[in-house]
């Protein structure tokens, strides 16, 4: 029986579960939105929508709580330079780039030092969300499988980041659809106005 036990278990034991909800997370506040599958997004949802909740309150015990459940205080931003940022991330003020004393390289050219992740919570995201009582994410579903295990792939993402790239690499049909009623309708009340002759 499983009576009252909370979440999925994802075929993971609870230390390689909860490294995975924090590095899906961490993914999802870093670049605002992620791919993965439904059950693993429906897994971490709760959890992004807790950690947004408690970076709302901006005291010190819910920064700690946050840290504590990101598992600790990690380094964000793997877009360091302009020129490695996509398009759509160079107008949008979210994924605005550190300043360059804030980013240290070791010799080999990794990242040894950057901009904190709860830091980035705390001033970033959670401001955005402070007159909304909850669902800060959505789940979008892409019609597309995996190709190994046919998993359902979906788009997770922060509500508000709809000027994003095209979910689907599809182009939506949605607006054309939209058009062509408008100009059907046009068409109608066009005719009806015409006089008869």
Not at 43 to 55: D, G, S
Not at 77 to 101: C, G, I, Q, S
Not at 125 to 144: C, E, F, M, N, Q
Request: cysteine-free.
């Amino acid at each position: 029986m499983r009576h009252r036990v909370y979440g999925k278990r994802l075929t993971r034991n609870s230390a390689h579960r909860r490294a995975m909800l924090r590095n899906l997370a961490a993914g999802l506040f870093e670049h605002g939105q992620i791919t993965t599958t439904l059950p693993k997004a429906k897994a971490v949802q709760p959890f992004i929508e807790r950690i947004i909740t408690l970076a709302k309150r901006g005291d010190l015990h819910s920064r700690r709580l946050v840290t504590a459940r990101m598992g600790g205080d990690r380094r964000a931003f793997v877009w360091l330079t302009e020129d490695k940022l996509p398009d759509h991330k160079r107008e949008n003020p979210y994924f605005d780039l550190p300043d360059a004393d804030e980013v240290e390289f070791n010799r080999y050219g990794e990242v040894r030092k950057a901009p904190s992740l709860i830091k980035h919570i705390f001033e970033h995201v959670a401001p955005r969300y402070t007159d909304r009582a909850g669902g800060y994410t959505r789940i979008v579903k892409l019609g597309t499988h995996r190709i190994g295990d046919a998993g359902e792939k979906v788009v997770m993402q922060l509500v508000g980041e709809e000027e994003g790239p095209e979910l689907s690499g599809r182009l939506s049909r949605r607006r054309e659809m939209a058009d062509r009623r408008t100009t059907f309708a046009a068409a109608l009340r066009k005719q009806a106005d015409k006089p008869e002759d």
